[in-house]
């Protein structure tokens, strides 16, 4: 049925009802509910409200509300004025309004439907003052109304679209026409939710701050002074008829004075509205809108209509405060039937008094309070709140009960709370079976050897979950145990609640710990689209995602995406705790390993120096957070071949971690590890390969087998054993972690590149020149298929490439090869660069053994002089350089040279206590043969 016809029809059973007494009255309602349920529940609400007087139509008449009737029920008939007299000619147009109806006349003046014309078209409601004449008082009020909404503009207001002066001399105002229904009428017809009905009454509040803050208030809330149209799918309220509003007068701060002093509709007002003489302020509208509030959770006013009637208005409001002490839940109680006002929220009775329990019926005792200084201050007040309500933290209405702060922070941080309760069982089923077992061992053996295995299990699922991974686990074991994890996880969370961010949380973080960085990526990235479209959770739980995030990434090489992330969280962490926070330094060092990770080495010196200053001023030498600073600073020192400075600064890192967290400690670990590395950088291989050796061992005796660490170890094993002359070994270690990495990591991440990269070095050492050639060229098919021919990664395969070229006797073949990988070293890492200095030598190789010596002898020299210049004085590159250079002369006949070349590299070694390496030993045999050849 249409509005106009929902609207004549309820007039019709309106003016009917009204005819008729008793019984008779009764049974025409039962009638009427039988034909239309929603329309006689409408009906019965106008009949309690009007008690059987002139009253509730002589409102509904209200210029403005006459205008709320007929858009509620899409422009229904004409309502007669009051005034007895002859009624006024309809005009046809006024100013630029053409006429379309009679909306609602009243005491001062008549709304129209218009239709504006000029500058634009659409329609409005066109309010006109009365003409009475000597009636100056209806004029200042039409005029303070007008100007009242002029100053607001907010769209939860009537908006005011032009004001004017009629041809006969009557000011009139346009305004905005609003073909809504009252807020309880429209709630209860489309059967909005509790939670719907408070989101919807929070836009009444930002409508009405809006007019407090421009120094209005309302003083006449009521739902019917509330119209809720529809925007699109979006419901959206509309506070209207500002007709006794009153304005402040900022001069004296107090009300300006109005020519009407006692308004309103008396169900809605506050108690100091029955006072005339009583200033407004904020707090009236506040109690209004308590009682309006009341009446969306309850369905019934706060004051009933047949009481007031019978007692009267104001003993009612006294009843009410000190009785009722505005609790919804016991309006609720006080109703005999309450499934149909539940019905009409979507919900059953105990499901509805629950809703409204606690937070709202203290929100709506607090805006409904007797003396205004026990309401809220402010409209913001209110709502924040209601917000507070949205989101489970405790309201400041609450009176501050310790279980109810605890149940609302349950609410919040249920997996938490959940899994702590889950674990502490289990931990006291294990101990009970444990005591019980042994009280009863002597007596019952074969019960006790039963219960001894339920403990094992017990503690064997308590270590898996709860303690690091197994080092007897293969890999694929770990993920069928975190597999295990998240179905127990999933099974703890009631079926209703899905996984949140905290729950994904906490699986990215076992998983980044037991290595499994895909699982953990995908957990942590679910973690941080949820945390976004939320208000939880809390912000250190936000940065704790997305610290964890980039970690995770930059342990599976994405390291342009975690060093964004990294980014990202220092400026946020800066701006709120200052450059000294323990968090930032902490992330500030982890965005220096990343930057080392890239082989941006020269940007990551200054950043880890800087960062280690700050951290021996406020953390301290020994702290781990400072040891782990040196750490990384030791790695970009190791990029650019500054070995002494690195290993001095890991052996100080190193003492420290060992004495706060202990040696078999991760951190303690890495030290260890990185620096096995420096001294393999170095040539150190004997003391590399004891230190390699020592960190193997710890990390598979405390990480589960294959675990990423593990294999990180062994791929630089394999490289020291390869460097020491034992490429057997080398080729059994590297095949293992070779097959291990693409299994786990996938075939193109960087690490198995790197490894296929050492790998291919020692078939090239071994003269398997097709097996490295085919791993050469696919690590360069994958930096070139992704745009990055210039990856250090694939400058090093194609430098190995040219080499294996040159050892199988192509080398006229390998000069453009290596000429072209210079062009690109030296565009990308610089000539001084140890990278560009190898290729150059592999370059001078691939001449002489092409029968150039010449030209080879000029590329060794150049060699040579960089490596002078710009690599640490102990680097062995240097020496070797010099051996080539050697060997070229050796080749030219020019054996004197050559043996003053050698004597200078073998008093290095001498004076440096280290072993003369086996590429010089064979220079100095080579000196003695009579021709050149290869070694």
Not at 521 to 538: I, K, T, W
Not at 546 to 567: H, I, K, P, Q
Not at 722 to 735: I, M, Q, T
Not at 863 to 880: F, I, K, S
Request: glycine share 6%; aromatic share 8%; proline share 4%.
């Amino acid at each position: 049925m249409s509005g106009d016809k929902q609207w004549l029809l309820l007039q019709e059973w309106f003016a009917h009802a009204e005819s008729l007494e008793g019984e008779d009255r009764e049974a025409f309602l039962k009638q009427s509910r039988l034909e239309d349920p929603d329309l006689a529940r409408e009906l019965a609400t106008m009949l309690d409200q009007s008690s059987g007087s002139a009253e509730y139509w002589r409102n509904m008449m209200d210029p403005i509300h006459s205008t709320v009737v007929n858009t509620v029920f899409e422009r229904g008939p004409r309502s007669e004025p009051e005034e007895a007299g002859t009624k006024t000619p309809t005009p046809a147009r006024i100013g630029a309004f053409q006429i379309i109806e009679e909306l609602g006349s009243g005491g001062m003046g008549v709304v129209y439907l218009a239709h504006q014309t000029e500058p634009m078209e659409r329609d409005v409601a066109l309010k006109v003052v009365r003409e009475i004449p000597g009636n100056a008082s209806l004029v200042d009020r039409f005029e303070l109304e007008y100007k009242m909404l002029a100053i607001m503009s907010h769209p939860n207001i009537a908006q005011i679209y032009h004001a004017g002066v009629s041809e006969d001399g009557r000011p009139y105002f346009a305004m905005e026409h609003i073909d809504g229904m009252p807020i309880t009428v429209f709630c209860d017809h489309h059967r909005f939710t509790i939670e719907q009905r408070v989101a919807l009454f929070r836009g009444v509040c930002d409508g009405l701050l809006h007019a407090h803050q421009k120094g209005i208030i309302h003083r006449d809330l009521k739902p019917s002074n509330v119209l809720v149209t529809f925007h699109g799918s979006k419901a959206v309220p509309k506070i209207i008829d500002f007709g006794i509003a009153r304005q402040i007068d900022w001069s004296r701060h107090q009300w300006a004075a109005d020519p009407v002093s006692h308004f309103g509709c008396m169900t809605y007002m506050s108690p100091e509205g029955l006072n005339s003489g009583e200033d407004h302020d904020a707090r009236t509208d506040i109690y209004s809108l308590g009682a309006i509030l009341i009446e969306l959770l309850t369905g019934h006013p706060i004051i009933d209509p047949k009481q007031r009637e019978k007692a009267g208005l104001e003993k009612e409001i006294e009843t009410f405060h000190r009785s009722r002490l505005s609790s919804a839940v016991q309006l609720l109680d006080e109703i005999t039937d309450l499934t149909e006002v539940a019905h009409n929220r979507g919900t059953t009775p105990g499901a509805l008094k629950r809703a409204v329990r606690e937070d709202l019926t203290w929100i709506a005792a607090k805006a409904l309070a007797e003396k205004k200084k026990d309401r809220y201050a402010s409209v913001s007040e209110l709502d924040g709140d209601l917000e507070r309500h949205e989101c489970a933290c405790p309201v400041h209405a609450a009176p501050g009960k310790p279980w109810y702060i605890f149940r609302k922070f349950l609410a919040r941080h249920f997996f938490i709370v959940s899994m702590t309760l889950i674990f502490g069982l289990l931990i006291l089923v294990g101990f009970v079976t444990v005591t019980q077992m042994w009280s009863n061992a002597e007596t019952a053996r074969r019960e006790t050897g039963l219960a001894l295995n339920r403990v094992k299990a017990s503690k064997q699922f308590l270590m898996d979950y709860l303690a690091a991974p197994d080092p007897d686990l293969e890999h694929r074991d770990a993920e069928q145990r975190f597999d295990d994890m998240e179905q127990l996880l999933a099974g703890s969370i009631p079926a209703h609640q899905p996984m949140d961010a905290a729950h994904h949380l906490i699986l990215g973080r076992v998983a980044y710990g037991w290595g499994l960085y895909n699982r953990a990526l995908n957990h942590l990235e679910q973690a941080d689209r949820m945390a976004a479209r939320s208000v939880y959770p809390s912000p250190e739980e936000r940065l704790e995602i997305t610290d964890y995030l980039a970690r995770t990434l930059r342990r599976l090489g994405r390291l342009e995406r975690a060093e964004v992330l990294f980014d990202r969280l220092l400026s946020k962490r800066i701006a709120h705790n200052g450059e000294h926070d323990p968090l930032m330094l902490r992330i500030r060092n982890e965005l220096i390993s990343t930057l080392v990770s890239m082989e941006r080495f020269e940007e990551a010196e200054p950043m880890a120096r800087h960062l280690l200053t700050v951290q021996q001023q406020v953390l301290g030498n020994r702290h781990q957070d400072t040891a782990g600073t040196m750490v990384g600073l030791s790695n970009a020192l190791v990029g650019l071949h500054r070995f002494s400075e690195a290993e001095a600064l890991l052996e100080e890192a190193i003492e420290a971690l060992t004495s706060s967290l202990g040696s078999t400690h991760p951190r303690t670990l890495v030290a260890q590890n990185n620096l096995a590395n420096s001294l393999a950088g170095r040539g150190a291989y004997a003391e590399s390969e004891r230190w390699y050796r020592k960190v193997l061992e710890t990390r598979r005796a405390v990480l589960y087998k294959n675990h990423p660490h593990t294999l990180s170890t062994m791929h630089g094993l394999a490289r020291v054993l390869y460097l020491s002359g034992r490429p057997v070994e080398a080729d059994r270690l590297a095949s293992k972690v070779l097959e291990t990495r693409r299994e786990t990591l996938g075939p193109h991440h960087k690490q198995t590149l790197a490894t296929m990269n050492n790998l291919a070095v020692l078939y090239n050492s071994l003269e398997y020149f097709e097996r490295a050639e085919e791993m050469f060229r696919q690590i360069i098919g994958v930096y070139e298929s992704r745009g990055i021919p210039t990856h250090p990664q694939s400058l090093r395969a194609y430098n190995n490439l040219g080499d294996l070229m040159v050892r199988s006797g192509r080398s006229t073949a390998a000069i453009p090869l290596l000429q072209h990988t210079l062009l690109l070293k030296e565009q990308s890492l610089g000539i001084s660069a140890r990278s560009t200095l190898d290729t150059l030598c592999t370059l001078g190789e691939a001449y002489q053994q092409a029968g150039r010596p010449e030209q080879a002898e000029a590329l060794f020299r150049q060699t040579v002089m960089y490596a002078e210049d710009y690599l640490d004085a102990g680097d062995q590159r240097t020496h070797l350089y010099r051996v080539y250079l050697a060997r070229c002369f050796i080749f030219l006949g020019r054996r004197n040279e050559a043996a003053e070349l050698l004597s200078i590299s073998e008093a290095h070694f001498r004076s440096s206590g280290l072993p003369e390496p086996e590429w010089l030993c064979r220079a100095w045999e080579k000196l003695q043969g009579s021709q050149y050849t290869e070694p």
